[in-house]
C-alpha cells in the first residue's frame, strides 16, 4: 500500500476519520494492521487517538492488530497496559520505544492517560533527575487539561501598517 510523507497508509487515515466502511473495505483487500507510521503508531493505534468509533476498533482487533502501549492507555485498557509494562519495563525509559506515548496523551489533553503513565515511569524510575531538575506532574496535567490555543497570527495589513513600513510616530 502507498503512504503519506508521514508514513501513514489508507487503512491509518480511514480509521483516524471514522470511516468504518472504508476501513472494512481496505482489510477485505488486505491491508496489514501491524504496519505503523513514523510515530510507531498502527491503525488501531491511530484510531483509538482519534477517538474512532467502537466498530473500527473491533474490526481492527478481528483482523488481528494487538493494542500497543499508547492505544491500551487512550482506550483505558491498563491491564493490557499493565501487561506490556510487565513483559518490558524499560519500553518507557529514557531510551524506550514507547517515549512518545507521553507526548502523543499530552497533544490529545488525555489527563488521565498522562498520570497513569508518568506514575508508572516514577515508579522505574524514582527521582529521575532531567537536566538538573525533577519532573513535575501537576505542570505536565496542566498542560494536558489545559492546553491554551495558538495565539493567532497578526494581519498587520488589517491592522493599518506593516512591519516594512513602519511609521515615526
Known amino acids: 500500500m502507498s503512504r503519506n510523507e508521514h508514513r501513514r497508509t489508507p487503512l491509518h487515515h480511514a480509521a483516524a476519520m471514522n470511516r468504518p466502511a472504508m476501513v472494512r473495505l481496505l482489510l ?27 466498530s ?25 497496559a499493565e501487561r506490556l509494562l510487565a513483559d518490558d519495563p524499560g ?30 515511569r516514577r515508579s522505574d524510575h524514582p527521582r529521575r533527575q532531567v537536566r538538573g531538575h525533577r519532573p513535575r506532574l501537576g505542570g505536565v496535567l496542566r498542560a494536558a487539561a489545559h492546553r491554551r490555543p495558538a495565539a493567532p497570527a497578526r494581519d498587520h495589513h488589517v491592522m493599518g501598517y506593516s512591519p516594512l513600513d513602519r511609521r515615526q510616530r
Do not use: C, P
Not at 91 to 114: E, S, W
Open 56 to 80: 473500527i476498533l473491533t474490526m481492527l482487533e478481528q483482523a488481528g492488530a494487538r493494542l500497543d502501549l499508547l492505544a491500551a492507555v487512550t482506550l483505558k485498557r491498563y491491564d493490557v
Open 91 to 120: 519500553r518507557i525509559g529514557a531510551d524506550g520505544r514507547d517515549t512518545i506515548a507521553l507526548h502523543m496523551l499530552v497533544a490529545k489533553k488525555n489527563a488521565g492517560g498522562v498520570k497513569w503513565l508518568i506514575d508508572r
Open 28 to 54: 477485505e483487500l488486505g491491508a496489514d494492521v501491524a504496519v505503523s507510521d513514523d510515530t510507531g503508531g498502527t491503525a488501531l493505534t491511530t484510531a483509538a487517538a482519534a477517538g474512532a468509533d467502537a
